[in-house]
């Protein structure tokens, strides 16, 4: 089972509909983004998507806070096929919006309890937040995050169910202490030693790929138990400390102790390692949002090496704001036809609005011409003025690449304007040529200083249908004649 298509609709970020296909079956998914591209929003929008399938929040709370819509939601196309290429009956689009759910799906269920949503920030709970005398302790981290799903070998249950169990128990026998109750103690103790054991050991053979010359420890002290009497029973809980051995030195303060790269590397061994021990389900994504802050490229290397190696038929969608990263990942990846890639860009529409750019698997300037006519239509002008000027853009870099157009060269090229591709190309054409193209130019001229001028999306300057219908239409003229 793969994700074959994602839409996103007036969620968080993303103002307006957003589409992206993954191809049949569905890709991993290399995304670029620009800081305030939306990245984060579309790693959320799939994190959520799925937790939604057990608890019950509603959407709105994730509404785009500058849409005045309701119909915001997140829609995923789930298929897979046989051997004949025949779709399979459990395929279909699943939808969370105000009248949808993924709650109860058992499909979409299936899939949270295996599925991994990792960013940094996950990545720095590991070795920041939970602090216990100078120690790193992990036991609630174990429980919520990386155990959460992770079922006990002596009670077939997931830890953090077993745990809300035994919790309940507590408070529904306070005034007497039951056998039960113990029973259920012992054998959460029992079976999360003996996990914890096998998550040390997987995370340790991933640890060695990044760094040989580092193991960590997961110490455990002290069990799950009762304590107190009467109304203030309660339970102790166990602590699990990390520690690790370095060059043949061994610390428990490590995060005072190892350097930034080997800690990222730990947590990310940690919460690999904890996915590779959970049973398969019939969809097995992993999504990585910026995962590799503080890691080198040999490093870097090395978890492309792992998603391969250990996480081969697993949906792997990965998202950086790293250009670098992302070429590189592009470029060794391209002969394995198993991924699709895509660009965020952090764009402003008119009003001063964030309105992110997407730019789909092999998408050019034809594509975001189409959607501008696509987000006019829906009367989202916003979007519309924001596509309409990246096809213009598209349009002239490609026709400068494709006539060998000299073109004032920046370092950056964020700083690589439409105004010198524009010069350059009137400069390159004689004067016959101008003139006899002389209506699309001016026309061209009229609507770069309402819609197609970066400046227009930088003040609260309203744009109306017409002047967009306009743009989209001398763009479309543009190209006739500037072949």
């Given at each position: ?386 596509y309409a000027r990246a096809a213009f853009e598209g349009k002239l870099k490609s026709y400068c690449e494709k006539k060998s157009v000299a073109v004032q060269f920046k370092n950056d090229p964020a700083k690589m304007t439409t105004e010198m591709f524009w010069t350059a190309i009137k400069g390159k054409l004689t004067g016959p040529e101008l003139a006899e193209i002389k209506k699309q130019v001016d026309d061209i001229e009229i609507y770069r200083k309402i819609v197609l001028n970066p400046l227009s999306h930088e003040h609260p300057t309203t744009l109306t249908t017409t002047e967009i219908q306009g743009a989209i239409t001398a763009i479309d003229a543009l190209d006739q004649v500037l072949k």
């Amino acid at each position: 089972m793969r994700i074959e298509r994602i839409e996103i609709k007036d969620f968080r970020g993303f103002p307006g509909i957003y589409e992206l296909k993954l191809g049949r079956p569905g890709h991993n998914l290399l995304v670029y983004g620009e800081n305030g591209s939306g990245k984060s929003s579309l790693f959320q929008a799939l994190r959520l998507f799925f937790a939604s399938s057990e608890f019950t929040g509603s959407i709105q709370e994730y509404r785009n806070e500058f849409t005045k819509s309701d119909e915001v939601l997140v829609k995923l196309e789930l298929v897979d096929y046989d051997g004949q290429g025949n779709r399979d009956p459990a395929s279909g689009t699943f939808e969370w919006s105000p009248t949808a759910s993924p709650h109860g799906q058992p499909l979409i269920q299936e899939a949270n309890k295996t599925k991994g949503c990792l960013d940094y920030r996950a990545l720095l709970e590991t070795h920041y937040v939970h602090r216990d005398e100078g120690k790193v302790e992990l036991f609630k981290l174990l429980e919520t995050v990386v155990l959460g799903h992770v079922e006990n070998p002596i009670s077939k249950k997931a830890f953090r169910t077993e745990l809300a169990e035994i919790r309940d128990m507590v408070r529904k026998d306070w005034r007497t202490w039951s056998e039960a109750l113990d029973s259920r103690s012992r054998n959460f103790n029992k079976g999360f030693e003996n996990v914890l054991d096998t998550v040390e050991q997987k995370a340790n053979e991933l640890l060695t790929r990044f760094f040989p010359d580092t193991q960590i420890h997961l110490k455990p002290t002290g069990a799950l138990a009762r304590s107190g009497t009467g109304r203030n029973k309660g339970l102790i809980f166990p602590k699990v400390h990390l520690a690790a051995t370095s060059f043949g030195l061994h610390r428990d303060d490590l995060h005072h102790f190892l350097n930034e790269a080997r800690l990222s590397a730990i947590a990310i061994s940690l919460y690999l390692a904890s996915l590779l021990i959970v049973p398969a389900s019939r969809l097995r994504l992993l999504v990585l949002d910026d995962l590799l802050i503080g890691i080198d490229m040999s490093n870097r290397i090395a978890l492309l090496n792992i998603l391969r190696e250990e996480f081969n038929g697993w949906q792997i969608i990965l998202l950086t704001h790293d250009r670098v990263w992302y070429e590189t990942v592009r470029m060794s990846t391209l002969y394995e036809k198993t991924w699709w890639y895509a660009a965020l860009h952090a764009e402003t529409s008119a009003g001063g609005v964030p309105t992110p750019l997407w730019r789909g698997h092999e998408e050019g300037w034809i594509d975001n011409l189409d959607r501008a006519r696509q987000h006019l239509a829906n009367h989202d002008d916003r979007a519309a003025g924001v596509y309409a000027r990246a096809a213009f853009e598209g349009k002239l870099k490609s026709y400068c690449e494709k006539k060998s157009v000299a073109v004032q060269f920046k370092n950056d090229p964020a700083k690589m304007t439409t105004e010198m591709f524009w010069t350059a190309i009137k400069g390159k054409l004689t004067g016959p040529e101008l003139a006899e193209i002389k209506k699309q130019v001016d026309d061209i001229e009229i609507y770069r200083k309402i819609v197609l001028n970066p400046l227009s999306h930088e003040h609260p300057t309203t744009l109306t249908t017409t002047e967009i219908q306009g743009a989209i239409t001398a763009i479309d003229a543009l190209d006739q004649v500037l072949k």
